[in-house]
Nanobody
Framework: VQLQASGGGLVQAGGSLRLSCAAS????????MGWFRQAPGKEREFVAT????????YYADSVKGRFTISRDNAKNTVYLQMNSLKPEDTAVYSC???????????????WGQGTQVTVSS
């Protein structure tokens, strides 16, 4: 499956962005999906994950209550709604597909290219 993330950009602190991850090649309903991010000089960090049906989600403590992961299997797309953005959310955000809703990068088999999110103070 090929994944394409989009929706990043520059936003002021307190603002919102919605990232999208579109899949091609295979249907996304076969996979659990995750979002990760990596800031300059830092390790890749888990953000959120969602099960195949969308019935269960899990978030990193740093984004809980501000970010929402969702999916539309009919559109083969997963979303990450990001509200109340903070400068420390600045990073390259990547989506990933795998057999289980894990929090580690090795839980996922397929990765999309990242999309840059920059939050100014």
């Amino acid at each position: 499956v090929q994944l394409q993330a989009s929706g990043g950009g520059l936003v002021q602190a307190g603002g919102s962005l919605r990232l999208s991850c579109a899949a091609s090649g295979r249907t996304l309903r076969s996979y659990c999906m995750g979002w990760f991010r990596q800031a300059p000089g830092k390790e890749r960090e888990f953000v959120a994950t969602i099960t195949k049906s969308g019935g269960n989600t899990y978030y990193a403590d740093s984004v809980k209550g501000r970010f929402t992961i969702s999916r539309d299997n009919a559109k083969n797309t997963v979303y990450l709604q990001m509200n109340s953005l903070k400068p420390e959310d600045t990073a390259v955000y990547s989506c990933a597909a795998g057999p289980q809703p894990g929090v580690w990068y090795y839980d996922y088999d397929y990765w999309g290219q990242g999309t840059q999110v920059t939050v100014s103070s």
